[in-house]
C-alpha cells in the first residue's frame, strides 16, 4: 500500500523561504513522475510542479514558475519543493502524489503552509 508523507511547511513571511518534502513508501518510486499540488482554503485542489522519473524534466504551474524548484532522489524515495519568494496567495495544504501532472494515489496528510504578508 503506497503511503506518502509530506512535511516542511510551516509559518513564513511574504518573501521568505521553505523546503518541504515528501517520502514515498509502499512501492518503488523510481520509475514514476511525482507532483506536488496544493489546496488552498476554499477552493480545489491544483497542480503546482512535476518532476520526471529521472529528474530531467519538470513542469511548473505559471503562477510559480521561477520561485519554485521540484527536485527529487531516488534513493530516498523524496522529492523535493524548494519554494522561495514565497507570497501570501501560496497559503495553501501542500501535497505530492505519484503522477507527472495527475495524482495516481491515495493522498496523505499533507503539511500546511502559512505565509503572512
Known amino acids: 500500500q503506497v503511503q506518502l508523507v509530506e512535511s516542511g511547511g510551516g509559518l513564513v513571511q511574504a518573501g521568505g523561504s521553505l523546503r518541504l518534502s515528501c517520502v514515498a513508501s509502499g512501492g518503488t518510486f523510481s520509475s514514476y513522475g511525482m507532483g506536488w499540488f496544493r489546496q488552498a482554503p476554499g477552493k480545489e485542489r491544483e497542480f503546482v510542479a512535476a518532476?520526471?522519473?529521472?529528474?530531467?524534466?519538470?513542469y511548473y504551474v505559471d503562477s510559480v514558475k521561477g520561485r519554485f524548484t521540484i527536485s527529487r532522489d531516488n534513493a530516498k524515495n523524496t522529492v523535493y519543493l524548494q519554494m522561495n519568494s514565497l507570497k501570501p496567495e501560496d497559503t495553501a495544504v501542500y501535497y505530492c502524489n505519484v503522477g507527472y501532472t495527475i495524482p495516481t494515489v491515495a493522498w496523505g496528510q499533507g503539511t500546511q503552509v502559512t505565509v503572512s504578508s
Open positions: 518532476i520526471s522519473w529521472s529528474g530531467g524534466s519538470t
